[in-house]
RNA sequence: GCGGGUGUAGUACAACGGUUAGUAUAUAAGUUUUCCAAACUUGGGACGGGAGUUCGAUUCUCCCCACCCGCACCA
């Protein structure tokens, strides 16, 4: 783990956020690498679930919300846990977890404190004036802002059935102590799914979504032997899930969720039908009864996946005796895709020509980076660490031949590529 | 939030109640270099923040902030 948080600080992909001025608990910065491998992510994640899919719609709601969304949903009375520390013990737990005021850690009975307000929503005030009819919150979650458009979608584009609706975007939880890097931020990103279906089918479409995931772990290049399904134990889920699995994946802090596949029944949909006074339904285009779907939610943490990502690709072996670390990710997810560099730079016609091709190579491909730094085992070294996954050097043949030397990361092999071939 | 620990260049570490805070690496400029971290020269770069003790604090004390470990929490 410290590996990895000093290789993201080193070479620009994860900063502490507000770090100038000690930090800000929780937060984190993506630099010109990190946000790179980010976009890379959100965009696969896009195209796969999104873009080659006939039965799957986007959307990209506020942040800031009604406040009566929280309070349809049961955010604002079930993200409003009061705490009572055990005097004993110094143990914190949520008041309603305990029976007949007897500590479950110690066995002391009547030894709590008065209980404490945790409020996990980021409370705000939407407007000039700040009253109780002003107050808003940073959405906890990225859902309901797909559940409040759900007839916006299906009255715009009358989608067959069934369907899903997908979103990417912010979400914000006052978590009482953030940890492990990006695992467990304040301020996190959600790529997320609202699939809605007939009761009837709702555990074969759950399977198929189980698939699903394992279709991207490969996409992203995590392997499966690190890969965990829990099956969530009623105690445990949501108020809103019938069945829930979690994801877990082998982080150096231990095996934790990566991702969520919850059944979340038409609990919301219903709610908001309720609190609005709206008919949430969808009407069969072959006749039949309007009705509320159910629905199936695939969630995705994207902070949490560059962390897998960087924790399953970063590597380390030996060339020629010396160590070497190097990130093995996947060619679409590779923030660098080439980097471009004259054997040496002191001869200026090498130089020229390696300008050429650098400058092609970047009009086509954009992620391409020239370095001339340092002799050519340093600059691979250098690529390496930051997951380049190909370079190309120029040398005194390519002004004969036309043709470079590109040399794998991974495998460290060398081949020789006509420039028009590249 | 509780208990414990840590905080010194970008990174990883060192030293010290007192002259100019050191090493490696990274980085910048230059010389050199014909395929996997070569060498040399030169340059820039740090005591997390604030109080206190002291003639003098990066060093000791307290508070704050952040990070790490454990506990609890994680809708």
Not at 143 to 164: C, E, M, R
Not at 200 to 210: G, H, I, L, N, P
Not at 220 to 232: A, F, N, Q, R, T
Request: hydrophobic share 35%; proline share 5%; net charge negative.
């Amino acid at each position: 783990m410290e590996d990895i948080v000093s290789l993201c600080k080193r070479r620009g992909f994860i900063f502490q956020g507000s770090e100038i001025y000690g930090g800000l608990a929780g937060t984190w910065d993506y630099g010109p690498l990190g946000v790179t491998l980010k976009r890379n992510i959100t965009n696969l994640w896009w195209k796969m679930f999104v873009e080659d899919r006939d039965d799957m719609f986007g959307v990209d709601a506020a942040i800031l919300m009604n406040q009566k969304v929280w309070q349809a949903s049961g955010h604002t009375t079930g993200f409003n846990d009061p705490l009572v520390e055990c005097s004993e013990c110094k143990t914190r737990l949520r008041q309603d977890h305990i029976e007949n005021d007897k500590c479950p850690n110690c066995g002391k009975v009547g030894k709590f404190s008065e209980p404490r307000q945790f409020n996990m929503m980021f409370k705000t005030s939407v407007g000039p004036v700040e009253d109780e009819s002003s107050t808003s919150y940073l959405r906890p979650e990225t859902a309901q802002g797909i559940f409040t458009n759900f007839k916006n979608v299906v009255d715009s584009i009358y989608p067959d059935f069934p369907f899903g609706m997908a979103q990417v975007g912010k979400a914000f939880r006052n978590e009482i102590s953030p940890r492990d890097f990006v695992f467990r931020g304040r301020e996190f990103e959600q790529m997320e799914i609202e699939y809605f279906v007939e009761e009837k089918d709702w555990e074969a479409d759950f399977e198929k979504w189980k698939g699903e995931f394992y279709k991207w772990f490969e996409a992203i290049g995590l392997p499966k032997s690190m890969v965990h399904e829990l099956d969530v134990p009623e105690s445990d889920r949501a108020h809103y899930s019938k069945k829930t699995i979690d994801f877990e994946f082998d982080f150096p802090f231990g095996k934790s969720e990566l991702y969520g596949l919850a059944y979340r029944t038409d609990f919301d949909l219903k709610n908001h039908e309720k609190s609005s006074g709206k008919k949430l339904q969808y009407t069969p285009k072959e006749g039949g009864q309007p009705f509320v779907p159910h629905v199936i939610e695939p969630t995705f943490g994207v902070d949490r996946t560059i962390l897998a990502v960087l924790v399953a690709c970063y590597k380390e072996d030996e060339v020629n005796g010396e160590k070497r670390s190097f990130l093995a990710l996947p060619d679409a997810l590779a923030p660098v895709q080439y980097v471009v560099s004259p054997l040496v730079k002191n001869k200026p016609e090498l130089v020229k020509k390696a300008r050429e091709v650098y400058g092609a190579m970047k009009k086509k491909y954009g992620a391409v980076l020239w370095d001339d730094n340092s002799n050519v085992g340093k600059r691979y070294r250098r690529a390496d660490e930051i997951g380049v996954p190909k370079c190309i050097t120029i040398d005194f043949d390519t002004l004969e031949d036309d043709a470079v030397t590109v040399r794998d990361r991974d495998t460290t092999k060398q081949t020789r590529v006509k420039i028009s071939e590249l």
